[in-house]
């Protein structure tokens, strides 16, 4: 889907412009995805396991903007990329395409300045605006800043998942699976 662009003021008043990803930011996005899964251990991979060509993640980003139940927001400042969110139906069978899986993340050296405050209200109100009744995430156990941000909008958590995750150096996380009903 296609979001109309929006700026926002930052905590640090600096202008944060909020816009759909586009197969024109492949290559920025990759580079994203890097940085971003090698500056903690909250995301789902390691660096290393971003093997996505520019061509593969090209056409990774044209079914975002070809489809009109799901949004792939980006958050930029000065151009660069530092922040995205997605929302996605669970699959699009007619049991189950009123709940969206929900993911966000956000550069290390900008957190703090309401950048996934911004990016979690506009997915929510595309969510409400698109007949997604609910929307669902896995958060690790210990990111307690996430999961603070996911309650200030209404997820509470309903389960957890123990030893979901299995870090490289042998220890295991738990998932808590929050949910929020529109």
Known sequence: MIYTEKEFSLKDNRLCTLRSAAASDA??????LRIS????????????????????????????????????????????????CGLAPVAD???????????????????????GSVLVQEILSFAKNNRIEQVELGVYSDNLRAQKLYERFGFTAWGRLP????????????????????
Do not use: C
């Open 37 to 84: 899964n090698e500056e903690t251990y909250f995301m789902l991979r390691y660096p290393e396991e971003i093997m996505l060509t520019e061509n593969e993640e090209t056409t990774i980003l044209k079914k975002w903007e070809e489809q009109q139940n799901k949004l792939l927001l980006l958050a930029l400042i000065s151009g660069e990329i530092v922040g995205s």
């Open 27 to 32: 290559a920025a996005m990759i580079e994203f």
């Open 93 to 115: 069978n007619l049991k189950t395409k009123h709940r969206g899986q929900f993911g966000i993340s956000v550069k290390q050296n900008y957190w703090g300045l309401g950048i």
């Open 163 to 182: 030893n979901a995750y299995k870090l490289k150096d042998g220890s295991y996380r738990d998932e808590i699976n929050m949910v929020l009903h529109l």
